[in-house]
């Protein structure tokens, strides 16, 4: 059974900083590329950052230096460091994992963590 279970969200006044966790279990974590997304209230989910099997990472602009994602293989972890915070980052977060293997797409999403940023 797949899991990726996030954890590390919270209160966090503007321009703080926290960090999210991403624990994947029942996958062969290595070869899948990670990502963290978004979802704010009455908006639709969208993409904030990923790392691929090979360790390259592409963000989000609104977040672009200030977000940084990286993976642990050994932990079977995906991290996002969430720094100077800005009230238009609250959302839930959720973690997403996915390789394609001969044109079949393997997908699994987290159950998500909320980011509330306010003063």
């Known amino acids: 059974q797949v899991q990726l279970v996030e954890s590390g969200g919270g209160l966090v006044q503007p321009g703080g900083s926290l960090r999210l966790s991403c624990a994947a279990s029942?996958?062969?974590?290595?070869?899948?590329?990670m990502s963290w997304y978004r979802q704010a209230p009455g908006k639709q989910r969208e993409l904030v950052a990923i790392?691929?099997?090979?360790?390259?990472?592409n963000y989000q602009d609104s977040v672009k230096g200030r977000f940084i994602i990286s993976r642990d293989n050994a932990n079977n972890t995906v991290y996002l460091q969430m720094n100077s915070l800005k009230p238009e980052d609250t959302a839930v977060f959720y973690c997403?994992?996915?390789?394609?293997?001969?044109?079949?797409?393997?997908?699994?999403w987290g159950q998500g963590t909320q980011v509330t940023v306010s003063s």
């Open positions: 997403y994992a996915r390789r394609v293997v001969a044109a079949t797409e393997l997908k699994y």
């Open positions: 029942g996958i062969f974590f290595s070869i899948y590329h």
């Open positions: 790392v691929t099997t090979g360790g390259s990472t």
